[in-house]
Every structure is written in C-alpha cells, then in structure tokens.
Nanobody, 115 residues
Framework: QVQLVESGGGLVQPGGSLRLSCASS??????MSWYRQAPGKQREFVAL???????TYAVSVKGRFTISRDNTRNTVYLQMNSLKPEDTAIYYC???????????WGQGTQVTVSS
C-alpha cells in the first residue's frame, strides 16, 4: 500500500509563503490532490493535478497556490503564496479525483498563518 508523507508546514505571517511536499513510497497516482482541514471544519479540497499536468483549484486558493508534481521523485508540491489567516489548517495530500469519503489519511502537515 502506498504511503504518503506530507512536510513543509509551519508558522508564517499573513502575506507569506510556504512550500509543502508530499512524498510517496511508490509511484504517484495519476491524479493527486491536496486537501486541508481547519479546526472545527470538514476536510476540503484544495488543488488537483493529473499525470498530464492538468490542474484545478478551489476558488478560495486560486491565483495564490500552485500544485506541481515530480514523477521521478514520486513527490507532489503545493506552493502557497499570499497566505491568509483563513488558510490555517492541517494540509494533506492524497489520491485525487475520487470521493473524499473513500480516502484514508496520513498525519498531514500543520500550516498556521498568524501575526
């Protein structure tokens, strides 16, 4: 079973940037996504990338976040710019283009945006 390990989170001031990484123990799925869960809220979709490098984003992050993948390193990235306090959440990567309810989750990486 493929294991996904997220890293790169931390504390950043509003307007700052972070780059998250998601390393897979095996080959990446054809579609990979980033998700996030804020305190007291349901987990939500953030961004998706396909093997053909098609990308799509949640409205709340479009224009600020960029998803990318390196198939040679079995790693997916999320570049986050112009961060806002409402981006504070635990960020997870997982298989994309499947019902979120069908997924199992790793530890994620905490992102906190605060002054």
């Amino acid at each position: 079973q493929v294991q996904l390990v997220e890293s790169g989170g931390g504390l950043v001031q509003p307007g700052g940037s972070l780059r998250l990484s998601c390393a897979s123990s095996g080959s990446l799925f054809s579609a990979m996504s980033w998700y996030r869960q804020a305190p007291g809220k349901q987990r939500e979709f953030v961004a998706l990338i396909t093997s053909g490098t098609f990308t799509t984003y949640a409205v709340s992050v479009k224009g600020r976040f960029t998803i990318s993948r390196d198939n040679t390193r079995n790693t997916v990235y999320l570049q986050m710019n112009s961060l806002k306090p409402e981006d504070t959440a635990i960020y997870y990567c997982n298989r994309g283009a499947v019902p979120i309810e069908s997924l199992t989750w790793g530890q994620g990486t905490q992102v906190t945006v605060s002054s």
